[in-house]
């Protein structure tokens, strides 16, 4: 979807193109139109009665957005948010979950078919930190599963009232779950470390050089105070006064005294 303006201005964009947006986030104009253009192409595709995504219906809410953008043009759109939903299993007992679900999910016609949805979705899951199964859809296109037994070969789920689809796989305690989502953790405190670590290695680096550039400075700055005091003594007809020579040296002082809190300081 173009637009006639950077949408990098309007809303903040990372490394991926990826912008991920709350629902207690700044609102601007620019990107009111763009998350109402976008909502309505979804709506739109998906043949809806009424819109899922406005900025009315995402400011002031629980949800996220991720928007994929590049340029002037706009991508594609997945909203999530978490639900109150009542499940019913093959034998009807009714449980009661709260999962996060995935509420809207479109990619523009003219970018369809070239990995656009999946790094979409993809990197919905790393920020989330979930699996695919562990999500409850709303309403989801012949599209969108299709999309999810092909990626993620997910396709057994039960029919429910509510037009939620959650895959069975949604109920299994998974210890393998459980175990990536802590090595992901352990993975990024890893990578904080090692950032920190070489910074720090930089800096230390970096130390010896300043510090030896300063002593260069203080030292040429000795050698000329202690050239212009001696040009002070030659220069003076009579032997300068106890007085002079203890404001002179007072000067020599402040200034050395000024040179080493610079030092201390950097």
Known sequence: ?????????????????ITILNGNQKRNPQLDDVITI?????ALAQNL???????????QTDQKLYIKSEGKQCLGILKIGRKNLFDRDLNGAIKEIQPICV??????????????????????????MLRPE?????RPSPKLLGFLKKYYNLSSYIPQNNSYVIYSQYFDFNYTNVAQQHSAQQSYQQQQSTQ????????QEQTPMKMEQLDQMMQQMSLESEQQYSQ???????????TDQKQYQNMYQTTTGLMSAQIQRR
């Open 196 to 203: 920190l670590a070489n910074q720090y290695r930089v800096q």
């Open 103 to 128: 509420l809207d999910f479109y990619v523009h016609e003219s970018v369809q078919r070239k990995g656009i949805g999946k790094e979409l979705f993809e990197e919905m899951l790393r920020q989330e």
């Open 134 to 138: 562990k999500l409850a859809y709303d």
């Open 49 to 59: 009665k009424q819109l899922i995504t406005s900025p009315t219906r995402f400011f």
């Open 38 to 42: 976008m909502g309505e192409a979804s």
């Open 232 to 242: 002070y003594q030659k220069n003076k007809a009579q032997p300068p006064c106890v």
């Open 1 to 17: 979807m173009q637009f006639n303006f950077y949408l990098s201005k309007c809303m903040p964009v990372n490394e991926n193109g």
